[in-house]
Every structure is written in C-alpha cells, then in structure tokens.
C-alpha cells in the first residue's frame, strides 16, 4: 500500500491557475498546464470516455495509466472537488459527470461536510472533516490493501507532505510560467531528505520527477 | 552571438542559499546544489585547476562544456562577484583565485564601480553602472562575435530576462527544496512564449532544461 500524489506544477511551481472566468470556468492556463496529461489515451479514455483510441501514448501516458492503476481510495480537498465554486448549490456532484474517473472512495476533506454522495462506477464522495492522519487512516481502510491518493489541490497535498504521510510523490513539470496561484513547494525545505528522487524527459519539454521512499 | 545563462536552481526554483556562516563561507546548501556541476571533469580542470582527469563525464559534464564554449565577455551582478560581502575590502578580487575560469572580458555590475582588476590569463574585472541594454552592448563589443554570458545571480540574470535580452537559458534544476533565497522564477509569467524548450534527465534525478529562441 502506497500513499501517492500526482500534480502537474508549472516549472515555476504552481499547482492552480488564476484566469478562471464565468465565460471559461477553467482558463486559459489550466489547458496549458494539463495539456499534456489531458491529451494522453488514458486520460481520454478513463475521464472524457472517449474510447477511440486517440490521444498519445509513451511517457506522458505511462504515467497516466500509473495514475488510476492499484487505486484504492482518493483523498481530495473542498477546493478540487469544487465545493469553493459551488458553495450554494447542495447538490453539486463535482466536475467528472455522470461517471467520474476515480471508481473507488473518495473522501473530500472539509470544514463543512455534506452527505455522501454515489455513484454507479464504485466512485463515492465522502465528506470529512479531519486532520491528515485521520483522514488517510479512513482512506486506508476503505482502500482494501491498494492504493490511497492524494489528489490535490496543492493545499491539502502540502498538509499531506508536511505531515510526512506521502511516500511517493510524483509531479509532472510543465515548462510555463504561470507567475501566480497556489505553490505547491512552499514551507518543504529539506522534503527530499528520505525519497529517493529520479526524473525523467517527456515531449514538449515537460518532466516527470518522482520522489519515493 | 548568442546571449546566454546558466544557472543551477533548486526544485523550489532559489538560484542562491541562506546558510553561509563565517566558518563555512560557501555552506552546506551552496554544495548540495552545485554539487553535479562541480563534480563534472570540465569544473575541475576549468576551475579548480584540478588537471588528474576525475570528475565526471556524461550529461552534466556536457552541459559545463557548454558553460565556457564560445565565450567572449561575461556580465554578472556585484553579489556574484563578493562585493556584498567584502564591502569594505578595496582589493578584492573575486573568488575564484589567481586564474579566474572566464579569461575573457567580465563586466561586473553595480552602483559603486571600482577600478578594473586584470588577470594574466586573459579575465579582466570591469565594474560599470549600467541598464540591462547597455551593460549589453558593451559586453557585445568586447565579445568579438563570441557569446556573452549573463552569469548571475539572478537578481541580475531577472533584470536580463525581463528586458527579453536572452536568447537561451539553462537551468540545472536540482531535486532539493531549500526553501528560502533568492528564486529565479519570481515575475515572469508568460516568458516561455518566444522560446523553444527541452529537457534532458541527467544523473539523481538533475533535470537540465533549456530554453532558446
Ligand atoms: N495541478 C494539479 O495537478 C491539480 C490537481 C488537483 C487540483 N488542482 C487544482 O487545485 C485547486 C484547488 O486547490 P486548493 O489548494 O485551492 O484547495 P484544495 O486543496 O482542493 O482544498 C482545500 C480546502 O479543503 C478543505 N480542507 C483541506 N484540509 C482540510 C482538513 N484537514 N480538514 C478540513 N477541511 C480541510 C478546506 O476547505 P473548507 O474550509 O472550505 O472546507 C480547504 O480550504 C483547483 O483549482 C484545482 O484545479 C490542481
Ligand atoms: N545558482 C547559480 O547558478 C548561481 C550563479 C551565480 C551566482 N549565484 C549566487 O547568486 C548570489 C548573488 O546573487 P544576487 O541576486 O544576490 O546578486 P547579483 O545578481 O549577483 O548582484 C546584484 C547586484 O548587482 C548590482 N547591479 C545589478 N544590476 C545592476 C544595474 N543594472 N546597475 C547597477 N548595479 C547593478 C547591484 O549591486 P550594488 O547596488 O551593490 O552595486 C545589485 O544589488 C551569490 O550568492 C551567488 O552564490 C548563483
């Protein structure tokens, strides 16, 4: 059983994106800052259930494929799950549609939990209000032996690192600069101390680096 | 001619370290993040003097080749040179000894020039008050049609790449958090545009990533 992360940062370290606007919820930025990962087969399969075949293979969807692969349970916060952005709306059910991507427990961390929600696929959303340790003991149990993720945004991953509850850690860089929002590096002076560090080229310029105990 | 920097970051992007003491003038950080560019064959002969043939070969080495070929003057900032830290010492003269590695024309920035410092094996020490733009062009003029380098640190190396004065930029990205200092990144969103970017893992998880117009 590993605890694994997986972010896309820009070369300048951020994890999310500031030109969200009502016309384009996502941005400009985030396209450019998940292109990559977006464009690769399993992301089009597993996410967009577009089962064609399109979308590229190699390194960028080896790791995408590691991704989803030996997932027991998620761990996520309010704001990935959308519940900043959605704050009125009790019955928001997230960004993933009618099947999201994850077929596992998924508990969404929060100081104001709603009651779960459920899916087809196996994906159910929990809401917890929990200090790290807590939360990924209960993902734990859930995950039946495999995998528990935690898959961001940058301000619980950073809880989760500072906590020294991840043991594999694995960012691809994407070479922009994106000069603002929500770094994840801040306050981990020293984090590399205990991993055992390797990297790897992609296309494009991007990077694969991956810290593991 | 082609105008150049390289420089060694961190994984969280600082580009200088904090932990120097009296006893330990460069210290321990300055090491750990230095340590795959001096370990290379290329630093030990060029400037260290060490002439026995250790040091590495490989990617890193490559790439320290490539920090002195074809260089024809040298512009860095007066906290590259020591003038921070010797302030009050009229006849300093660098750190890097009685052969500094550059034998070419330096021009060191800052607000209170000196007088200029000559070496036997071709490295003079310049010191100009000078803009980006102008600072530039008198190094262009001492280069000889060879490259000038823009050597650091990056409170200089900044000001360079905001006047869109760079035509390629390497940096040695190291898989180390420090935490504080001075980061290279800081204010320059969208700079990736212009430029075309590679990147390259060498050994330990170094990334060498390059961007060139
Ligand atoms: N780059 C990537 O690969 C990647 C991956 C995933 C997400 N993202 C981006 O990340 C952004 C969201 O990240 P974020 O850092 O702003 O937010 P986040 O980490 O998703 O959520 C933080 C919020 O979760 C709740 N929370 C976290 N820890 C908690 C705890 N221990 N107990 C109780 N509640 C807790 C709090 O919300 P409340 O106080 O409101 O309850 C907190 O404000 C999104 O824009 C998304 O696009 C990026
Ligand atoms: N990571 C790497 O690869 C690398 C490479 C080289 C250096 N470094 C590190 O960088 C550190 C120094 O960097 P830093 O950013 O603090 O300083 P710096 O860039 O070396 O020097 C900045 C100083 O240069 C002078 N200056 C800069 N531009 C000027 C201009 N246009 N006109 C007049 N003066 C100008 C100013 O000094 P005054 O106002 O005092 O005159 C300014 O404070 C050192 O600790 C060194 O170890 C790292």
Redesign the pocket.
């Known amino acids: 059983m590993t605890v694994r992360v997986d ?3 820009s070369l300048d370290g951020f ?2 994106t500031t030109d969200q606007t009502p016309e384009n919820p996502f941005g400009e930025d ?1 396209s450019r ?1 998940v292109h990559t990962y977006v464009s690769t087969r399993t992301f089009r399969e597993r996410v967009l259930h577009d089962t064609s075949g399109t979308g590229t293979t190699g390194i960028n969807d080896d790791y995408a494929q590691a991704y989803f692969a030996e997932l027991g349970a998620e761990i ?5 799950f959308g ?2 952005d959605h704050q009125d709306d009790p019955d928001w059910r997230g960004w993933w549609g009618k099947e999201p991507p994850f077929r596992v427990p998924v508990f969404v ?4 939990p709603r009651p779960t929600i459920e899916f087809d696929n196996g994906t159910t959303f929990t809401f917890i ?4 340790e807590e ?1 990924l003991a209960t993902a734990i149990a859930a995950a039946g032996g495999r995998d528990v993720r935690v ?6 991953v950073k ?1 989760f690192l500072r906590a020294g509850l991840v043991d594999q850690l694995h960012v691809a860089i994407v070479p922009i600069l994106l000069g603002r929002g ?1 770094r994840l590096w801040d306050d981990l002076r020293g984090l590399e101390s205990g991993y055992t560090i390797s990297s790897e080229a992609a296309e494009s310029g991007v990077i694969h680096l991956t810290l593991r105990r």
């Not at 996520?76 to 990935?80: L, S, V």
């Not at 961390?109 to 104001?112: A, G, N, P, R």
């Not at 898959?151 to 619980?156: A, D, E, K, L, S």
């Open positions: 972010l896309n940062i994890a999310t985030w800052l996520m916060g309010a704001g990935m519940l900043h961390l929060t100081h104001t209000d929990a200090a790290p939360a898959g961001g945004g940058p301000t619980t809880q929500i």
